[in-house]
């Protein structure tokens, strides 16, 4: 049976980022350095994938501090840690290497110089995603107030008006975050903040490939994790430039063809947090059932690499 024409269209840049590179990079230097176990407080990027091959060599995953043993090393995840962890460790003599994205460290160090200089914080973010706490957890309670929507701007009870700064969350959607700070220096005209917003390099450039995709393909498929914050944003960003059907997929067994029936054009890209590996198997299951030819949509390239901590780079 010949197979139906598909063009398939594959955003460029997509997939892991530096930050994500470098913290999987973390783990697994950790582990040949100090052998298994190394504990990993958090997952270390958002993505079972990555979580399930580190579990493999030796890596053990927990959520708090506390159900580390002291005589291990104990590695922060990406998304940033609030201070009292590191205190903790330092308290507890543990040894830990964090593994911070630092364009994530670099917001925090924001959120600090702004309450150095006796500002109040808004932080636009998700309640609950563990940047946003690790953020907010630079500084004590009630220094940082969290908006996720205009709407939240206008119930916002502040310190002083006239005082006041925001930073953002890294992985969020351009276009929304544009309206939250519009809202923003609306009601407080004083309001500082960074030059345009703190939405990193990466996500910025997922989103203007999706764009661009969105304006061919009359589907898309985001690999992604769905507790990926850059991974939902890349298919509300999809929707909302036109695409049709944007949906989140992990693997390829998450397709859901009936809903693809017909189609002729597609787009595929990749949350930061999702490996090329996953990209390359959801192709494959669309060569399996279609004539398959691939267009890469490229707006920006990429070239960002980050070192990883020095104690990494020594040798024993
Ligand atoms: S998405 Fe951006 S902030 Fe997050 S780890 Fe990647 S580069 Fe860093």
Known sequence: MTKPPLTLYLAAPRGFCAGVDRAIKIVE?????????????????????VVDDLRAKGAVFVEELDECPTDRPVIFSAHGVPKSVPAEAAARQMLYVDATCPLVSKVHIEAER???????????????HPETVGTMGQLPDGEVLLVETPADV????????????????TTLSVDDTAEVVAA?????????????????????????????????????????????SNSKRLVEVGARAGCAYAQLVQRATDIDWRALDGIRSMGITAGASAP???????????????????????????????????????RV
């Open 184 to 228: 923003l220096q609306t009601r407080f005209p004083a309001i500082v903040g960074p030059h345009k917003e703190d939405i990193c390099y990466a996500t910025t450039n997922r989103q203007e490939a999706v764009k661009a995709m969105a304006e061919r393909a009359e589907a898309m498929l985001v690999v992604g994790a769905p507790n990926s």
């Open 114 to 128: 702004h309450h150095e200089n006796g500002l109040q914080i808004v932080m636009i973010g998700h309640a609950g």
């Open 154 to 169: 206008a119930t916002l009870d502040v310190r002083d008006a006239t005082r006041l700064a925001f930073v953002t969350q």
């Open 276 to 314: 090329e590996v996953l990209v390359n198997e959801v192709i494959d299951a669309f060569r399996a059932r279609y004539e398959v030819t691939v267009e890469i949509i490229e707006t920006a390239q990429e070239n960002v690499e980050f070192k990883v901590p020095r104690v990494l780079r020594e």
């Open 29 to 49: 230097m950790a582990l040949s350095k100090w052998g298994a176990p190394v504990y990993v407080r958090h997952e270390i990027v958002h993505n079972e994938y």
